[in-house]
């Protein structure tokens, strides 16, 4: 039977799911709605598999009864919270709001790149700029909203402006109502994101920008800048925060 750890993150749309060996690889994936989780991890992840530990960071309060479930699974099931032991320094003065989400990203970033001052750019409901120092210290960053959520506040806060939604046809010269909000939306955001990594530059050397999140696809290759993508670096970060709670896996 294998061993595996469980790394899960409970967002506002989808809860993810990553399983890692013992080596760090991710070998299975899942993306789930909330109402099946539980019983997909009875019936589908659990089974023929042991588990050294279980981390869950969740945006939302819907997360409980997955955590009991893991809790039969295995002895460690942490909650990310401000509570939790971190791989680095967390220099957020309100850290009692700050989400899960973005001190696992910064935990990442600095695992994969000690040596630079990196910006982790999180591209969900939200837009989240993550800054972590090579001192190890995630100093904050800034919160704008997402690509939808654009569209969505157009929409409900104009008297005229339609319901539109980020998929659809995309130019620069919008030739309708949709299509201007469209491009307004998405383009803007990349000359925001654009304009947030130069001034980060400017004031950082040695610096690093990383690009995550659902919508990284739609702005990659929008962003006049040099930027990584990686999708895969919240659960990374996720995965050292519970490697670091284990002192056997340290």
Known sequence: MSTSKICVDWGNTLVKIALFDENDKITERYSLKAEEVVDQLHREIAPRRSFSGAIVSSVTNQHH??????????????????????PILNAYSSAESLGADRVALACAAYGAHPDKNSLVISVGTCITYNFIGKNRTFRGGAISPGLQMRLTAMHEHTAKLPSVKVDGDLMLVGYDTESCMRSGAIFG???????????????????????????????????????????????????QILKHNVPKAR
């Open 65 to 86: 009864e997955l955590v009991e479930a893991l809790r039969e699974l295995t002895p460690l099931v942490i909650v990310l919270d401000n509570k939790t032991s971190l």
């Open 189 to 239: 955001a990349a000359a925001e994101i654009d304009g947030m990594i130069a001034m980060y530059e400017s004031q950082y050397p040695d610096f690093n920008a990383i690009l995550t999140g659902g919508d990284a696809p739609i702005l990659a290759g929008k962003l006049k800048n040099k930027i990584f993508a990686d999708p895969e670096i919240l659960m990374k970060g996720l995965n």
